[in-house]
């Protein structure tokens, strides 16, 4: 399954015409402990770049970007009860929520891993 | 994610700038400064202040000394004390050596320009201001002071912050008879070839110190303290959410100069016997605030949930706006989030309940007293 990241360090997995979004190891650590995620609601369109959710750490309230366009199908219930789950399990039981692959092309722009890992090292 | 403006300004640096980042801080600018937020996390930090002792550098802050024409000596203190009484509402002439007050600088209409701890320290009295505003301070300070009072910028010393309940029996470990100061006293210690001026006093809520010390001793002093077990480093992170849990206003968000002393719910810092009497900057509007009550007021929410409100949210009370939250987080010991706010005086009262609009969302808030998390000041055994 591949996974691609954005320059705004939100990961996608897609697994045919349904993806997994959620933010990167390197997101939760600048971001320091999560308390509280705001998942956007099954069935909200998604615009690619535009507001998908808000991750609350201690200090701050940050914006979550929908990595692509396309419809929500689910959040992840997990981060109501355990918001740290962000921070312990970012790139695995920490995702943020479901969507549909609106435009396939657009994943196009995305990096993969190595990309991403260089764009990192980079910051 | 969303980044945080960059500022182009250049940094200085802190005198241990290369002992935190060896200790896995995450600098980050503020006031001027790169300064430490956190190294564990703000969670931890904020839990190891309330249940053992951290080390804050505060070194961004001003350290001031002011003395009159008789110079270094107790009566060019009084001198002093006398001439700051013109700038601030406290009483600083009855201030006895190694004797404390928290006091705010205020404009002429009664706005508040910043707020300081103001010591007697025996030859001079000692001012420690904010750092994002001590230049506007000493500016402030120069202008309105007589010529004759000598300013002088402590700007070679450091200044650690030794918090949490053990810190009074680390520091008497390491400075014998520290721990016999009492809170909202100070006085001058020798450690380690070097002078340290010692105030018990601080931003959490709990018992602790303040250290002055000259930048060139910082690092020695800073290795002996976290060398005990009981001290680890925080950052300015939890330094945030710990004041926030004590009550305690940070300026620039929950007083400016768009806010006054009342309002503020820091009428205490108005010294009775210059209430009246005034002969400070400001006193006039200030006594009318008094006299009139103010139509908003400082208060503490506690949310429902855990989505915090940040500083700007607008408070409601049904469909009428009563107020705007000034500082907000969510609090590691209490485990939701609270707020400070300025809202309408008839909404103001311990238990009324109000909401808070966050992006469109409304939280239930509960007007409720502050501290959040009681203070745990050390008042003599």
Known sequence: MPRYFTDEHEWIDVE??????????????????????????????LDKGGDA??????????????????????????????????????????????????????????????????????? | MSDEPSEDIPLVKLPLDSWHRARGARMVPFAGYEMPIQYEGIVAENNWTRSSASLFDVSHMGQLGLTGPSGDCEAGAAEAAEALEALLPGLITSLKTGRMRYSMLLDENGGILDDLMVTNAGPRIALVVNGAVKWDDIAHLR??????????????????ALQGPK????????????GALTFMTADLFEWGGTH?????????????FEIAVHADHVEALADALVADERVKPAGLGARDSLRLEAGLPLYGHDITTETDPVSADLTFAL????????????????????EQGATKVRVGL??????????GAEVYAGDEKVGVVTSGG?????????????????????????????????????VSPMPFVPHRYFRGS
Request: glycine letters at 10%; a negative charge; one cysteine or more.
């Open chain 1, 16 to 45: 045919d015409d349904e993806a997994t979004v959620g933010i990167t190891d390197y997101a939760q650590e600048q971001l320091g402990d999560i308390v509280f995620v705001e998942l956007p609601e099954a069935g909200t369109a």
């Open chain 1, 53 to 123: 959710a808000v991750v609350e750490s201690v200090k701050a309230a940050s914006d979550v970007y929908a990595p692509i366009s396309g419809e929500v199908t689910e959040g992840n219930g997990a981060l109501e009860e355990e918001p740290a789950l962000v921070n312990s399990s970012p790139e695995e039981d920490g995702w943020f929520f479901k969507m549909t692959v609106g435009d396939a092309s657009e994943l196009e722009g995305l990096m993969d891993e190595a990309a991403y890992k260089e764009f990192v090292e980079g910051l």
């Open chain 2, 143 to 160: 202008e309105h002071l007589p010529d004759e009072i000598n300013l002088h910028h402590f700007d070679d010393f450091a200044l650690l």
């Open chain 2, 167 to 178: 810190a009074g029996e680390v520091l008497e470990m390491l400075v014998p008879s520290t």
């Open chain 2, 196 to 208: 340290l001026w010692v105030s018990r006093a601080g931003y959490t809520g709990e018992d602790g």
């Open chain 2, 271 to 290: 010294s009775k016997k210059r209430r009246e009497a005034g002969g400070y900057m400001g006193h006039g509007p200030v006594a009318t605030v008094l």
């Open chain 2, 302 to 311: 506690i949310l429902e949930g855990r989505m915090p409100a940040r500083e």
């Open chain 2, 330 to 366: 969510f609090s590691p010991t209490l485990g939701k989030p609270i707020a400070m706010a300025y809202v309408d005086m008839s909404h103001a009262e311990t238990g009324a309940a109000l909401e808070c609009e966050v992006r469109t969302k409304r939280l239930p808030a509960t």
